[in-house]
């Protein structure tokens, strides 16, 4: 265990140290030269390391998970790991998603410049200086009004810096993380393998702790809302899964679930808590796989299932799929990180690096379960 | 010869490099016409956008649409010889004109932009002024308009487009 721990920091330390390599020119603070140079000049190298760094995560990650079934890690070991991990990456840089920008641009415009983000887009504001290094200056508010009711509190803390609103930002991520973590601790019976399964998957990790995804907020509310159903306080429960539909909307296709949920719970029927994590898996991963009819599938949003899985750690080939899914969203930005460029082939690569993990691990199971 | 060439040389340089739809500033369509069932509730909705658009670049826009809007009600009616109702919604437009030209003076004040909002006022200033002029030259100076069970009025119709002109002059003046 103890050569596990080292690895597995000193790859949180090389992911943190490579992330400042992705810091854009234009912002205000500058990584040292090397790191730049490695990730805009010798791009194969980084992104090997990019490779490299996902693949011997999710290795640890499959290590760490059979290890836990078998009973060999406690939670006492589980949750220190994930109290270090967040500690680590909470340094780290937003390097793999501009999106953390995207919600202080929008924090900004409402509670700097006192105009509405869903009327008026950043690129209006010309004196704003985000707008040398944001990348999605030409679009009002993406999120829901929850969010942004949210994003008042790290904005608050961040003082007017655009450096320490990063780190505010993280920070806020990183609190509804362990939130999250510890509602599905709660609700898996202080299961092990389902704090395991959800806490320290790399594509959780990487998208919540490094690139500061909101996801994790939305569906602390979500998990929060089944939790306070559990515990008998159905109108708290409801606005809680308000709250988590305000934020990005996708927790909407929980409805049913939680109308199901709160019918048996009001009728003092038993839950069945099982196929509500089934029946919630299905509906959060419906809702992943019609995303490309917006825009397209990313990484993060595997985090919406992901939540659910955790809660069904008997289930070992759905871990696996979600695993070998987690792996091939994640390793969708390598052919970016090689190109610099979002269009010629990366698109064709992206699609090859997604499902090829997916379609090996299914090949696998069934040959494995013959 | 060479004036075929030049005759030649010139049309294929108006069809390929002169766009013959050139749109600096689109008003928009008309929309509900006052006595539209709509009608009302959109001014309703109008009502609520005031609200929903705070802010100083939202305000500007958001009454740059609205004069916008009004404008091109005020020279429908206009032409279809509704004169009251036209004049109620040419002075609407000049209202939402001079509130735009208000907010976005506080735009420049605070810094908020470069100019841009201002630029576009400006545009839109000399797309009402077109309108205005085509209108009078098109409507008589004066009319009586008489509604039923009222005394009959007088409406300069020249007097009050050239208000509107003088305020959407004010625009390139700023």
Known sequence: ?370 | MRVSRCVLLTVCYVFLFVSPAHASYVMPYPSYMPGHVLYTPRTIVDRIGEWWNFGEIGRAKYHNRLSDRYMVEAKTLFEYGQYKLAVSALKKSDLNFAQSLLYIREVEQRHKDNGELKAHLKEASKKHDEIIISLLSLLPKKAIWEEEYEEPETIEIAFLLRQSQIMRSYADTQ
């Open chain 1, 1 to 370: 265990m103890r050569i596990l721990n080292s690895v597995y920091l000193v790859l949180l330390l090389v992911l943190t140290i490579f992330s400042y390599g992705f810091v854009d020119p234009n912002f205000p603070v500058s990584p040292p030269p090397f790191l730049h140079q490695l990730v805009y000049t010798y791009r194969p190298v980084a992104t090997g390391i990019y490779v490299g760094i996902m693949t011997a995560l999710f290795a640890l990650f499959a290590l760490v998970v059979k290890r836990t079934m078998a009973g060999h890690i406690q939670a006492p070991e589980i949750w220190r790991l994930v109290f270090i991990t967040t500690a680590f990456l909470f340094v780290s840089f937003p390097a793999f998603s501009y999106d953390v920008f995207n919600y202080i641009a929008t924090a900004r415009v409402l509670f700097t410049y006192g105009e509405n983000p869903y009327v008026v887009m950043p690129v209006e504001l010309s004196h704003e200086p985000m707008l040398a290094f944001m990348h999605a200056s030409n679009k009002t508010a993406l999120y829901g009004i929850s969010w942004i009711v949210l994003s008042s509190i790290p904005h608050a803390v961040s003082f007017g810096s655009i450096v320490a609103a990063v780190y505010a930002f993280k920070g806020f991520v990183a609190f509804f993380y362990l939130g999250l973590c510890y509602l599905i601790w709660l609700l898996s019976k202080k299961n092990p393998v389902s704090l395991v399964l959800f806490a320290l998957h790399p594509l959780v990790v990487i998208e919540t702790l490094v690139s500061s995804h909101q996801d994790v907020v939305m569906m602390f509310f979500a998990l929060l809302s089944f939790y306070l159903i559990k515990k008998h306080l159905p109108i708290l429960a409801g606005f809680s899964l308000l709250i988590s539909i305000g934020i990005k909307f996708a927790t909407v296709a929980l409805l049913p679930v939680f109308g199901y949920v709160l019918y048996l719970s009001l009728r003092e029927k038993k839950i069945p808590w099982e196929t509500v994590w089934i029946g919630s898996t299905v509906a959060m991963t419906l809702m992943v796989i019609v995303s490309p009819l917006r825009e397209e599938v990313y990484a993060w949003y595997l985090i919406w299932p992901l939540t659910f899985t955790a809660l069904l750690p008997s289930r070992t080939t759905l871990h696996y799929v979600y695993a070998a899914s987690g792996y091939g969203l994640l390793l969708r930005f390598a052919p970016f990180i090689l190109t610099r460029n979002w269009f010629g082939t990366t698109p064709m690569i992206k699609y090859v690096v997604t499902a090829a993990p997916l379609a090996l691990v299914s090949l696998w199971r069934l040959i494995y379960r013959k």
